[in-house]
């Protein structure tokens, strides 16, 4: 993926407002060695580019800029790479249109 | 725990949870309503339409306070290749009534409006808590809920599960699976603003009437998909979305959809200048009536975008949530006035009165749709409107050919982009799913 597009959704998310549940991630990755195609997938699926590569090979997702839509849940919860729930109420984003 | 029990919960404060919370507590259910946003409408997001019927028959006065945008005068459905686009367009005055049939509206305005209703109503409507588990007896029965507040599991008769697409306490307790990637659909959104005389120019509206844009081709690039522009008051809600299926199959991007979307020369002008105030993401059930869930249980009914209720052909899910609430809500009044239990065989009336109404009906009527757009995306979605452009163009230019040979030109690119077989096979099929 270009910079170019990168910047792209950051600048799009920063639009938008948050409240931050700190050190408490509503979505975890399983850790692992190599990412399934599923995984994988997310790179690319996810609308607000949570989930990256690390330099070691492997996904992480950064859940700040989270809109909450399911994508990554409906790809990769049955496979048991993502632990997938809700931001505790009140946390997350907070739609000012919707 | 919460000593108070009361005679319904309805988890989540959409089109169907308000639908549903407002009918019980208008029939003097003791109603609590928990919304995981900070208010009702902050975690909704849709394109919108609303629909006017559908909440006439919840609120029949709605048009004197509710934040409605625009009502809707003109239809514009366009197929798209990258450089044009083949138009269909409806408008006609007699939209410009009295009392108007769609509106735009902008969700989190309009669902907070709803909750003053069914706060108004009496029901007890709790924000910033999140459902995480449902409770039930040691028959299994739903007997309420747990939340992520302190001391949080709250009893109550029946347990309304009106909590969307996404819909997490029902699969986790088994009651009905996860959405498939091939049963949703993701759309991106984005609200662009601009003065109002510049909209009402551009769309060529006066005052508060309204327009909506729907378009297909080559912008899902091959993909099943659709884009779409409504036009509100002050600002665009413009997005596209795909089948999650195909996003994981071609590794598209949804935000360099949309921004392909918007840089078409058929889009770019409309929105030139604009200031983007938010990006959303949302998914939408596609899965038609053949994903319809199991709808209720021992103490516990299913409705809206969480039953899958979506209505893919005509982009209809808010009326379809709504309608969904309010006939579950009237099961359980029913069932409650006659001193029954809300066990499965006295709510199975909610699947009967479902059954005879629209939604289902409606569903019914396109069962095979989903599977046919899903599996020939490309012919759809890509190919089509190639050759529609391709022909569109080659009947305007006016280049000193024959129109004999041009009509020839035309029959020939579609007959070997699909064939004779695949033309009719295609317009078979399309007219067996439709019927």
Not at chain 1, 30 to 55: G, N
Not at chain 2, 37 to 47: D, F
Not at chain 2, 172 to 200: N, T
Request: charged share 25%; glycine share 8%.
């Amino acid at each position: 993926m270009s910079i170019e597009l990168a910047m792209r959704v950051e600048d799009k998310l920063f639009n938008n407002r948050y409240l931050v549940d700190t050190g408490r991630p509503h979505i975890k990755v399983r850790p692992h060695a190599k990412p399934s195609p599923q995984l994988l997938s997310m790179l690319k699926a996810c609308p607000a580019r949570c989930y990256e590569l690390s330099e070691q090979g492997q996904v992480e997702a950064t859940v700040d800029g989270c809109i909450e839509c399911g994508t990554c849940r409906v790809i990769c919860e049955e496979s048991g790479d993502i632990e997938w729930s809700y931001p505790r109420g009140g946390y997350g984003v907070l739609f000012k249109f919707g | 725990m919460i000593e108070e029990k009361f005679d319904a919960i309805v988890v989540g404060a959409g089109m169907a949870g308000n639908a549903a919370a407002l009918t019980m507590a208008e029939g003097g259910m003791k109603v609590l309503q928990l919304e995981r946003g900070e208010y009702s409408g902050s975690k909704n997001v849709q394109g919108a339409i609303l629909y006017a019927d559908m909440l006439e028959k919840l609120l029949p006065d709605f048009r004197e306070d509710a934040p409605l945008e625009r009502h809707l005068v003109e239809q514009r459905f366009w197929m798209m290749d990258d450089r044009s686009h083949t138009g269909l367009h409806y408008r006609s005055e007699d939209f410009n009534e009295d009392k108007p049939n769609r509106y735009t509206i902008i969700r989190a305005q309009f669902d907070k409006w709803f909750s003053q209703k069914v706060r108004e109503a009496g029901a007890t409507v709790l924000c910033e808590t999140t459902v995480t588990d449902l409770a039930r007896d040691s028959d299994g029965k739903v007997i309420g809920v747990r939340t992520d507040r302190r001391d949080g599991e709250i009893h109550a008769d029946i347990v309304v599960l009106a909590e969307g697409v996404n819909g997490m306490l029902g699969t986790r307790a088994g009651l009905r699976e996860r959405p498939k990637p091939e049963k949703v659909a993701l759309a991106v959104k984005e609200m662009h603003f601009l003065p109002r005389e510049i909209i009402e120019a551009r769309f060529n509206l006066k005052s508060d009437e309204g327009v909506v844009i729907e378009a297909v081709g080559t912008i899902s690039r091959g993909m099943t998909g659709m884009g779409f522009i409504y036009a509100n008051k002050e600002c665009i809600s413009l997005g596209i979305g795909c089948l999650v299926a195909d996003f994981q199959r071609t590794g598209e991007t949804p935000y360099g959809l949309l921004d392909r979307f918007k840089r078409h020369p058929s889009v770019a002008p409309l929105i030139e200048g604009s200031e983007v105030k938010e990006y959303s993401a949302h998914l939408i059930p596609e899965g038609g009536f053949k994903a319809i869930p199991q709808l209720y249980g021992n103490g516990w009914v299913v409705i809206g975008d969480a039953a899958q209720l979506n209505n893919t052909i005509h982009r209809e899910g808010s009326n379809l949530a709504m309608t969904s609430g309010r006939i579950a809500a009237e099961a359980i009044l029913r069932i409650k006035s006659r001193n029954q239990p809300m066990i499965p065989q006295y709510l199975a009336l909610y699947k009967k009165m479902l059954d005879e109404s629209f939604v289902i009906k409606d569903l019914r009527k396109y069962k095979d749709m989903p599977a046919l757009m899903h599996t020939r995306s490309q012919n759809f979605f890509l190919t089509y409107p190639q050759l529609v452009s391709k022909a569109m163009q080659n009947f305007l230019r006016v280049d000193g050919t024959p129109k004999i040979e041009k009509e020839k030109l035309t029959l020939r690119s579609f007959t070997s982009a699909r064939s004779r077989r695949g033309l009719f096979g295609d317009a078979f099929r399309l007219a067996r799913a439709w019927r």
